[in-house]
């Protein structure tokens, strides 16, 4: 079983064309029957495969190299060539095709069933497309076209509605459980979430993907602790949970800690519509703790939960489908200003 992976570098190439054929009829009563080489056949062409049953990019770690076979040479009496095989590499949903060196996006596959990255090489032309009246005997033919060989980045970016937002041990994980179908690790010590986990909540006629990411500390912007690996997940996502601790000392101050954590990573991450959540409420001390929280944000709205009072679970609920409802992916998919490159296989031709 492969351990989570969310991005990596492999190597492709597409497959050269074959060579056409230099060859001549001849038969008993067409000795001198002129060329008829055929054409060689095209190379087989990379192409991405989305499958739903794929979750990370682990098995990309254990391949590295992908290449697409090679066209075959024509032969005479004017046969073609075969194509080379297409190389098939199948990635979860969410994934987005990198340049490694600029960082810019060359494809997002979201939405993609299958997406040819680089075609094959064309394959040669034999001898019989280069007769003519004054040039009988062409003793030549045309090479085929080389293939393209490139390293690519493969990242893979979450797709969910919401994405939680927290200090370690803030309930993230005890709230996904509860709202949706996810079976994510809840223990009383910090970290138990170490890898994005995903869980999809049903309010009436609506669907929602709700989003857990491994808490976040001070520095993560900076690459602190495991949350930094993990903040590219909730960039695609439409709004933003803050779930504050109402156990933590720093409750007061944690919201701006968060905000400034996010920011330092990618400040278009705090132009999501975000919804305020003060967890633990069950918690001795909680309740004025929650009211002193209202009266700092007194501009805003805070939601009190405890997982164990239905009446703030309903709440966060229809507060999840309101900012939901009320908000839309940006131009750029969350993808940090990035643009896709529509013809990238003509580029790389010419840039490799």
């Keep these: 079983m492969f351990g989570f992976s969310d991005e990596t570098y492999i190597e492709v190439a597409s497959g050269k064309g074959g060579d056409g054929c230099v060859s001549f009829r001849r038969e008993k009563f067409a000795p001198k029957g ?17 499958r739903d049953n794929l979750r990370t990019l682990g098995h990309l770690k254990m391949v590295r190299s992908f290449k697409a076979g090679n066209g075959r040479p024509g032969q005479g009496a004017r046969c073609y060539g075969r194509a080379g095989d297409d190389v098939e590499i199948p990635v979860p949903p969410g994934t987005v095709i990198k340049d490694p060196e600029t960082g810019e996006v060359i494809k997002d596959l979201t939405g993609e069933d299958r997406w040819t990255f680089l075609h094959g090489g064309k394959g040669g032309l034999g001898n019989w497309h280069f007769r003519s009246s004054v040039r009988q005997t062409p003793r030549f033919a045309q090479p085929g076209e080389p293939g393209v060989e490139m390293r690519i980045g493969v990242e893979l970016l979450v797709i969910a509605d919401i994405g939680f937002v927290g200090f370690p041990n803030a309930g993230k994980s005890s709230l996904l459980n509860l709202l949706t179908n996810a079976r994510s690790k809840v223990a009383g010590y910090p970290f138990t979430t170490k890898i994005p986990q995903l869980g999809a909540m049903r309010y009436g006629d609506q669907d929602l993907i709700l989003a857990d990411i491994p808490g976040i500390i001070e520095g993560a912007g900076q690459g602190a602790g495991m949350g930094i690996k993990f903040l590219r997940h909730i960039s695609r996502t439409k709004a933003l949970a803050f779930l504050i601790d109402l156990s933590d000392e720093r409750f007061l101050d944690s919201y701006e800690i968060l905000c400034g954590e996010l920011a330092s990573y990618a400040p278009s991450l705090l132009e999501k519509p975000q919804v305020m959540i003060a967890s633990k409420l069950d918690e001795d001390g909680a309740p004025e703790r929650f009211e002193a929280l209202k009266a700092k944000y007194k501009d805003r709205e805070v939601h009190p939960l405890s997982i164990y009072m239905d009446e703030t679970v309903e709440d966060v609920r229809s507060a999840f489908i309101k900012v939901v409802s009320q908000s839309g992916l940006k131009d750029d998919d969350g993808l940090g200003g990035f643009t896709t490159r529509v013809d990238k296989d003509a580029e790389y031709r010419d840039e490799y």
């Design 34 to 50: 002129g060329p008829d080489g055929g054409d060689g056949g095209k190379g087989g062409d990379v192409v991405f495969v989305v």
